[in-house]
RNA sequence: GCGGGAGUGCCAGAGUCUGGAAAAUGGGCAGGACUUAAGAUCCUGUGGCUUAGUGCCUACGCAGGUUCAAAUCCUGUCUCCCGCACCA
């Protein structure tokens, strides 16, 4: 056993991968930092690093100029919450945790430049995120509102959209999110919205990623229309504005605001407050599954065009949160509108010819009370009601999507404080830049049971920056995806303490060639990161518009068919397997076993094997080989080699690179007394350099070459490789005719299948067909049962000798005859070609004996 | 309901794009060689039947279709996984 543990920390000293601007052509390969846990590295993590160190690896071989950073995602609850329950401060937490996962991340071998580490929790890194802010705020990107928004009373923090997972939190998926009405922070992310949309078709992404955003997203195209209501308007959305004469009722979602404003003092109030509290304490998911219930408020808005009056109503299947909150119902053409007009009794008005006898009629058709524009087909009555709304001032055509606006602001400590003072004569205050960073205190309470940043009287009460009274600063602080939404950026530039990155270092590494990370970002994370670089674009601090050009998911690392997760028990530790096995075998199992995009189903005896094969391969640097019979073949395997594994890690099938790798090693093992010394040593350097993304540290042991070899098209020779295959099945052939005619000597069937030669005729006429050649082959190895005698009997004495029998066209044509004389004569029996026998398939010939 | 992906030996996983002898590769299991032994290494076998013969049959979720030829292309269908979901 090679010593791994000698060779893997000589090596991990040795290495530095610091790199700077060059006239080298650049590569930035970036996987997703991490959020520093305490418990340290898992297989996923692992498993992703090692995919994108493997490209980094390549590339560098390749000429590029690789940069290949990593950094600490390290503000964030866990810490707080350790603080909380174990009394360790989340500095320390975070610091400890950082550290250990360098230390894992080195014993991995992965080849960082760590000169170009980022930790969000420094004020280093998270003044910029306040500058950010200061600028968003400033180009009206940045906003305050009170709002409707989720609350987790478990995180104890307000949550965005984005994290919510079906009316859940997602840290916590037993724990109904709570609607509270609060002034928060936002960012505008609908600005981009159509940007964000329009754009995912550039990327090269995931088509299942691209999806997810789009769904998310998810534009439609419709109408605001305005109902008059007392004095002012009541704006409700729809994408069926020509069946706007339809409407019989205005129905608002229960949480809507306005709600309680429109039934104040009325006599409903009371049942109308009784019926929305009764909606609103059930979670979001039952309220789904439940028939539609709703009340109607007492008051009235007057339809648009007709002037009738409209009954307002509340209804459970309403959403707030798309829309205005606020639909018109129609009931003869949607069919929720319908179950819930027919529950309450409200009116039904057919307005497009169709059968609305039993459920609404949702199809085309030509209207009808509809005033001027009867008998009008209903898709052209789209167009021209809203045209017609439009000229009135009764509505507009609209793009609705359901991104909304980010909400940022998080009422906990571990995080970047958002740098605005409140004063309560001059309002919201942002702080100036020059006295960014706002820094968080480390001084607080962490019992308070609220906010702790709240705690530390220092840090809240300030000077109001305008008018020197007494204010007060905002304690919240930024959803930790604030930080992750532009990091990459920072390591292009991660020490400059003058600007966020210089933009010329920025344009020169960005955008990421390569972005490696899991799919539960693709609605979060992944759209965010985006939004940031559009904005930032426009802001003239880069010249790109996108992130990311090549984005790749990696699959998740399961054990006995479950994801592996601390709270499932079914976790093995990364760093036992380097330490019993090695990191090159850790390395080599994790990207061997499947391939990189689908799931890795972890067994506890595929590192045995894939280390012994390491040590099998280092050992063969020593092999002495005599013989040369076989160095054609070897050259034309290993050429072909260079040019499978090439193709297979540009398109993130390592698992086979791999697969070809150890194929070949095999081949060269077993064959060491037909190969010359000069061969197998320029053979094995080759692999060296093949396999060096891969296991990096033994291979660097072994002298492995820093170029990425290449393969010599000329050496690759597919037909002397199928010679081989070609003698050995026909001396089977061979034995298998001598058995059966010394069995039974009477006559010999050869049939050719009929379809073989359609086939055969038909390619025959592509005169450039490539695979013409393998197609003869494939008949010619088996219909060789001919050179019987001769070739074959030496063969079985000596392997190694016919390694160049390469027969051409005619040649074989004229050896197929030959074969059935020779049968016919030496073996004294009939042989014939048939043509209808079924068993023949294409590329064998049957013998069969009557 | 909508969108996406997947069903292949005992297991993991190739092959599907571009139809041409299904099961590469690894694991597991069984046998053998070498060893005092273990490990490592190297052979051989691993769907069923079998007269033991590169013999016969069966097989890529199921059912059809196209084709001389289908795991591969088409249609239908079942199951599983993932995302979104009363989106007006």
Redesign the pocket.
């Known amino acids: 056993?090679y010593n791994f543990r000698k060779i893997e920390d000589k090596w991990q000293k040795k290495w530095n991968f610091e790199t700077k601007k060059s006239s080298k052509k650049k590569f930035y390969m970036l996987e997703m930092f991490p959020y520093p846990s305490a418990y340290g590295l898992h297989m996923g993590h692992s498993r992703t690093y090692i995919i994108g160190d493997v490209l980094a690896r390549y590339k560098r071989m390749n000429g590029f100029n690789v940069l290949h950073p990593m950094g600490y995602d390290s503000f964030g609850l866990p810490a707080e919450n350790a603080a909380i329950k174990e009394g360790i401060h989340p500095l320390g937490y975070t610091e400890k945790a950082i550290k250990n996962y360098i230390r894992q991340q080195k014993s991995l071998g992965l080849s960082y430049d760590w000169s170009r580490m980022i930790a969000s929790h420094t004020s280093e890194y998270y003044r910029w995120d306040q500058w950010i802010f200061l600028q968003f705020l400033k180009k009206g990107l940045a906003y305050r509102k009170k709002a409707l928004v989720n609350f987790c009373p478990k995180c104890n923090t307000v949550l965005a959209n984005e994290q919510v997972?079906?009316g859940k939190c997602w840290r916590h998926s037993d724990t109904d999110v709570e609607i509270k009405e609060l002034e928060q922070w936002f960012f505008r992310t609908t600005q981009y919205a159509d940007k964000l949309y329009r754009e995912i078709e550039k990327l090269e992404w995931p088509?299942?990623i691209k999806?997810?955003q789009?769904?998310?997203i998810?534009p439609?195209k419709?109408?605001l229309v305005k109902f008059n209501f007392e004095n002012e308007y009541i704006e409700?959305?729809?994408?069926?504005p020509d069946?706007l004469y339809g409407v019989t009722a205005v129905t608002f979602?229960p949480e809507h605001p306005k709600v309680m404003e429109l039934i104040k003092g009325t006599k409903n109030e009371k049942d109308v407050k009784k019926f929305v509290n009764k909606i609103l304490l059930e979670d979001?998911f039952s309220?789904?599954?439940?028939?539609?219930?709703g009340i109607f408020i007492g008051k009235y808005a007057v339809h648009p065009l007709t002037n009738e009056k409209i009954p307002i109503y509340v209804a459970?299947?309403?959403?707030?949160?798309?829309?205005?909150?606020?639909?018109?119902?129609?009931p003869a053409h949607?069919q929720?509108?319908y179950?819930f007009a027919k529950k309450y009794k409200i009116k039904i008005k057919q307005v497009i010819v169709g059968n609305v006898s039993d459920s609404a009629y949702e199809g085309e058709g030509k209207l009808i009370n509809s005033e001027k524009f009867n008998g009008m087909n209903n898709k052209k009555a789209m167009a021209e009601i809203t045209g017609y709304l439009e000229k009135n001032k009764l509505g507009k055509e609209v793009i609705?999507y359901?991104l909304r606006d980010w909400l940022i602001s998080r009422q906990r400590y571990w995080g970047c404080p958002i740098p605005v003072i409140y004063c309560d004569k001059c309002g919201i205050i942002p702080v100036q830049e020059k006295d960014l960073p706002v820094k968080l205190p480390g001084n607080v309470n962490f019992k308070s049971g609220g906010n702790p940043l709240a705690t530390n009287k220092d840090f809240v009460n300030v000077k109001c920056p305008k008018c020197k009274s007494n204010a007060r600063r905002e304690t919240d602080t930024m959803d930790t995806f604030v930080d992750s939404s532009w990091y990459f950026l920072r390591y292009a530039d991660n020490k400059n303490n003058k600007q966020i990155f210089s933009r010329e270092k920025a344009n020169y590494w960005l955008p990421v060639d390569q972005y490696i990370g899991g799919?539960?970002h693709?609605?979060g994370h992944l759209i965010y990161f985006r939004f940031f670089t559009k904005a930032f674009r426009d802001m003239g601090l880069i010249n790109f518009d996108e992130p990311v050009r090549k984005l790749f998911s990696q699959?998740d690392v399961n054990k006995e068919?479950v994801r592996m997760s601390k709270s499932k028990g079914n976790v093995i530790d990364p760093m036992e397997m380097v330490n019993e096995y090695g990191a090159d075998s850790l390395r080599f199992y994790l990207m061997?076993?499947?391939?990189p995009?689908?799931?890795?189903?972890w067994?506890d005896?595929?590192m045995?094997?894939?280390s012994?094969?390491i040590?099998?391969f280092y050992?063969l640097s020593n092999a002495k080989c005599k013989g040369k019979t076989k160095d054609r073949i070897a050259l034309s395997k290993i050429n072909s080699l260079v040019e499978i594994v090439t193709e297979n890690i540009e398109n993130f099938?390592y698992?086979?690179a791999?697969?070809g790798i150890?194929?070949f090693t095999?081949y060269l093992?077993?064959n060491r007394d037909y190969i010359s010394q000069k061969t197998f040593n320029e053979s094995y350097k080759t692999l060296l350099a093949l396999l060096y993304p891969f296991i990096p540290h033994v291979t660097s042991e072994l002298n492995c070459d820093n170029k990425w070899p290449k393969s010599n098209r000329k050496l690759i020779n597919k037909e002397i490789e199928y010679s081989e295959n070609f003698l050995q099945?026909?001396i089977?052939?061979v034995?298998?005719?001598i058995?059966?005619i010394n069995?039974k000597p009477r006559k010999i069937k050869l049939s050719v299948?009929?379809?073989?030669k359609?086939?055969f005729y038909?390619?025959l006429k592509k005169e450039d067909s490539k695979d013409f050649n393998v197609?003869i082959r494939?008949l010619m190895?088996?219909e060789h049962?001919k050179e019987i005698p001769k070739i074959i009997q030496s063969y079985i004495k000596n392997p190694g000798k016919f390694q160049d029998v390469i027969l051409s066209q005619s040649e074989e044509v004229k050896i197929l005859e030959d074969n059935i004389k020779i049968l016919e004569n030496e073996f004294n029996c009939d042989v014939e070609i048939s043509k209808n026998d079924a068993?023949a398939?294409?590329?064998?010939v049957?013998?069969?004996i009557d």
């Open positions: 056993m997972e079906k088509s299942t999806d997810m789009k769904n998310w998810s439609s419709g109408t409700v959305f729809t994408t069926r069946t979602a979001k309220r789904m599954e439940k028939d539609k219930e459970n299947f309403i959403l707030l949160e798309y829309g205005t909150g606020v639909v018109m119902t129609v949607d929720r509108d179950e609705q359901k799919r539960e693709a609605t699959g068919g061997f076993l499947s391939s995009g689908s799931v890795f189903e067994d005896k595929g045995k094997s894939v012994n094969f040590n099998k050992e099938r698992n086979k791999l697969i150890m194929e095999n093992n077993r099945n026909t089977l052939d034995h298998n005719i058995n059966l069995k299948s009929e379809s073989w359609y086939d038909k390619r197609l494939k190895i088996k049962g068993k398939y294409p590329g064998k049957s013998i069969l």
